[in-house]
């Protein structure tokens, strides 16, 4: 149960002095029944709300699958760059979704938001060794001793010990390769710094999957869409 007010404002309705200001007009019915009261505690997952003839469409938590373009920080706020939250519609950014772990700035691809904190917490806990799959162009070729490498657990600059990767070589020249690497961490700039680790560059990164969810084809960079219920019981499965 929550304050009615409390629940219109948080869907976008105005602030509370404003509902307050349409509640008292009448404007708005629960249950089919006028109400004048914006204290009013109600369970809007059971209650059918009302709000100047239209049905309000309640939901408490929000999953979206974005495909985060270069150039954009995986955050809520930054002093000087736009952020994948200063992508969505206010239809989805009312209801103050965040990025379920990092991208850097010049990654690009599958980025989860939403602000379900208990599924966000889980997804990036290391615990549960979520496979996140990218995408990545190297500036050099890529070898069986570099898959080896990334099988047994590559040590980075700060002498941490990677978990076992997955390293798949889709092409490999002298001049560059292409490749996927399969991770079930997080650190900090991990696939760039576990490539130095090889000598090598990454001049090019996407996220291609997250645990099951694989990235809409249909998403252009800077897109985004809301998770089908199917996809959403999926993480939550996890
Ligand atoms: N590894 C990186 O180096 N950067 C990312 O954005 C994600 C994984």
Redesign the pocket.
Known sequence: MERLDKILSNLGYGSRKEIKGIIKKGMVLIDGIEVKDSSLQVDPEKSKIIVGGEEVNYRKYIYLMMNKPDGVVSATYDKYDETVVDLLHPDHSIFNPFPVG???KD?VGLLLLTNDGELNHRLISPKWHVDKV?YAEIDKKVEEKDVEAFRSGVILDDGYKCLPAELRILEAEENGSKVEVV?QE?KF?????MFESRGKK?VY?K?ISFADLKLDGDLEEGEYRELTPEEIEMLKSI
Do not use: A, P
Request: net charge positive; aromatic share 6%; glycine share 6%.
């Open positions: 990092r991208l850097d990654t990218y991770l997080g700039h991990q696939v760039k710094r990454v990164l996220r």
